[in-house]
T-cell receptor, first 113, second 111 residues
Framework: QKEVEQDPGPLSVPEGAIVSLNCTYSNSAFQYFMWYRQYSRKGPELLMYTYSSGNKEDGRFTAQVDKSSKYISLFIRDSQPSDSATYLCAMSATQGGSEKLVFGKGTKLTVNP | DTAVSQTPKYLVTQMGNDKSIKCEQNLGHDTMYWYKQDSKKFLKIMFSYNNKELIINETVPNRFSPKSPDKAHLNLHINSLELGDSAVYFC??????????FGSGTRLTVV
């Protein structure tokens, strides 16, 4: 079983839709949970960051973590064409005194005008 | 100002050649990383350096050798390039556990 599982999609939604992206993980040592957004031919950029179970909201984005189920989600409200990108979940654990970030495979999202 | 910059952006080279990719960060972060993103877009860590000291070295062929002359730089040297090395290589930096900042990537094509 991979450490982090993420459905690669692709996911196509109309503008204004609510988008739900999800990841599951198997390593209980993961302490920090992140969502990155990667536009085509660009580097990943940090979108949301959390370390505790529960919800964290930032504008149209809500990150949800359920440590008991080893499940994290990202919700995008009122999705826009500019949200079209690949979304990667990432989780980190400490290894050898340094933080090791493990990524999901990414979900490609297209928001159609 | 670019926070994490990599050069070159594109690199096309023949099998068997040796090449280097440079990375610099101006964020004052203490840890730097090299990630490889394959054709299926999967990002996998290769190396991690903390204050010039190698911390993480995943299962990467010996042909790949990272070098960190100081906290702000982490270069990647690749010997005897193979077709399978074709990928996008990302440099990143972080300050403790506060998320990573990635460079824009170096697209390596081995022909």
């Amino acid at each position: 079983q991979k450490e982090v599982e993420q459905d690669p999609g692709p996911l196509s939604v109309p503008e204004g839709a609510i988008v739900s992206l999800n990841c599951t993980y198997s390593n209980s040592a993961f302490q920090y949970f992140m969502w990155y957004r990667q536009y085509s031919r660009k580097g990943p950029e940090l979108l949301m960051y959390t370390y505790s179970s529960g919800n964290k909201e930032d504008g149209r984005f809500t990150a949800q973590v359920d440590k008991s189920s080893k499940y994290i989600s990202l919700f995008i409200r009122d999705s826009q064409p500019s949200d079209s990108a690949t979304y990667l979940c990432a989780m980190s654990a400490t290894q050898g005194g340094s933080e090791k970030l493990v990524f999901g495979k990414g979900t490609k999202l297209t928001v159609n005008p | 100002d670019t926070a994490v910059s990599q050069t070159p952006k594109y690199l096309v080279t023949q099998m068997g050649n040796d090449k280097s990719i440079k990375c610099e960060q101006n964020l004052g972060h203490d840890t730097m990383y090299w990630y490889k993103q394959d054709s299926k877009k999967f990002l996998k860590i290769m190396f991690s350096y903390n204050n010039k000291e190698l911390i993480i070295n995943e299962t990467v062929p010996n042909r790949f050798s990272p070098k960190s002359p100081d906290k702000a730089h982490l270069n990647l040297h690749i010997n005897s390039l193979e077709l399978g090395d074709s990928a996008v290589y990302f440099c990143a930096s972080s300050l403790r556990q506060y998320g990573y900042t990635f460079g824009s990537g170096t697209r390596l094509t081995v022909v």
